[in-house]
Structure formats: structure tokens, C-alpha cells
């Protein structure tokens, strides 16, 4: 019952702290836009979230084991850090003059999902594994629209920050993400830990799909542009 409370606990400083974090960044970049003080902390999270969860790993050998076993208190940590910023993000998204239907269902099914694990105490495994999958490429994603607002829209630089961010999603979702599956369903996991990872990766197959098309124009783009001098949009 007390590593319950614990939990409960940190979820409630979490929330605390990445609001904080927001309030300093928005006022050390009061000039600039709410959505990129937003992406700044959501970038601090998505690296956070893979330091913590390469460091709850066990075994390198085997990071996904054990399977199907009791969530430890390290893991549960690392999900519970991760539930207080969704949380977080959730109502800063409600504050966002651009209202996003898709991403608000998408962190409650994501809260409701790791708070499930957490109160359950079971598959912290394929928990963490999953959050490492879905975070890596987190960073490199934020990093290509705080780009665009820092004026380097259409340079290289971007031009790179967005091929980076679709090799590192590309090989972490369709080589990672369709492992971690694999493994999930054969382990003796509970039909929502199942069902979550039969989604998140159908979820990372449609986006997969839809980055691919946008690496494809961006370099399209990018070659017409090298063609055409003194035409860049």
C-alpha cells in the first residue's frame, strides 16, 4: 500500500514539476509561441524517458525480460514519471489555441493504459520497452518545428533534422515496435497489455507511412530548390 502512495506521489509531483518546467521556459522564451515552449518540454521528456528506461533495464541481453512478471519499483517509476508529463501535456494542450481532438484521445488512452500497468504492478517489461520505442525518436520530431520557428524552415539543417527523425522512427516502430509485439502477444500478458501493443503498432505502421511520403516531398522539394536558385519558397 505505501509504494502505491509513493507512486501516487510522484505522478502529483510530476505534474507539479513539468508545469513548472513550462512556466520557466515559457518566460525564458516569452517572445515566442506557446506550442514551442510546449515542444521544449516535451523534448526534455522524450529524452528523460529514454535515459530512465535504458537505466531500468536489467539485462541488455534480453531488454525486454522478463516478460509477462511483476512491474519492479524502478520501472514503475520510469511509467509513473511518463503519466505525470501526459498529464501534464494533456492540460497544457486544453490551454493551446490549437485544439487537437486526435492528440487529447491519444494521452488518455496513453494515461489510462500506463495507469492500468501501474496499478496492476504487471509488464513493466513491455511497458518500459514500449516507451523507449515510442520516445527515441521524440526528440528529433520536436526538433524539426522548433526549427522552423528559429527561422531555419527549408535549409539543410531542417532538411537533416527531418531525414533523422524518419530513420531513427522508421527503424526504432517497424524493427523495435514489431518485436516488442511479437513478444507480448506470445508471453502470457493480460488481453489489454496485448491489445495496447497490437495498436501501437498499427499506429506506428500508418504514421510510418505517412513520414515516408514526407521525406519523399521534402527531398523533392529540396532537389527543385538546388535546381531553381532564387526560387526557394
Known amino acids: 500500500m505505501g509504494e502505491e502512495y509513493d507512486i501516487v506521489n510522484l505522478i502529483v509531483l510530476g505534474v507539479i514539476s513539468w508545469t513548472t518546467v513550462f512556466l520557466l521556459v515559457r518566460k525564458i522564451f516569452s517572445d515566442r509561441s506557446f506550442e514551442l515552449c510546449n515542444r521544449i518540454v516535451s523534448t526534455i521528456h522524450g529524452i528523460l524517458a529514454v535515459i530512465l528506461a535504458s537505466l531500468s533495464v536489467e539485462d541488455w541481453s534480453c531488454p525486454v525480460c522478463p516478460l509477462a512478471s511483476a512491474s519492479t519499483p524502478k520501472q514503475r517509476q520510469v511509467l509513473a514519471v511518463t503519466v505525470a508529463y501526459l498529464i501534464y501535456d494533456l492540460i497544457c494542450c486544453l490551454f493551446d489555441v490549437k485544439f487537437s481532438l486526435d492528440n487529447t484521445v491519444h494521452h488518455l488512452v496513453s494515461i489510462v493504459g500506463l495507469a492500468a500497468g501501474l496499478a496492476f504492478q504487471l509488464c513493466g517489461s513491455e511497458q518500459v520497452a514500449a516507451l523507449f520505442i515510442t ?58 497489455i496485448k491489445a495496447m501493443a497490437v495498436g501501437l503498432q498499427l499506429v506506428s505502421a500508418f504514421w510510418f507511412y505517412k513520414i515516408v511520403k514526407m521525406v519523399k516531398y521534402k527531398l523533392t522539394k529540396r532537389r527543385k530548390q538546388v535546381g531553381m536558385p532564387g526560387k526557394l519558397d
Not at 159 to 188: C, E, H, K, Q, W
Request: hydrophobic fraction near 50%; avoid cysteine; charge should be negative.
Open 135 to 192: 520516445e527515441i525518436s521524440s526528440p528529433f520530431l520536436h526538433a524539426r518545428e522548433l526549427l522552423k520557428e528559429f527561422g531555419y524552415r527549408d535549409t539543410d539543417l531542417n532538411l537533416a533534422a527531418d531525414v533523422l527523425f524518419a530513420v531513427i522512427f522508421s527503424v526504432a516502430r517497424m524493427v523495435g515496435g514489431p518485436y516488442l509485439t511479437f513478444v507480448t502477444l506470445t508471453a502470457n500478458n493480460p488481453v489489454l
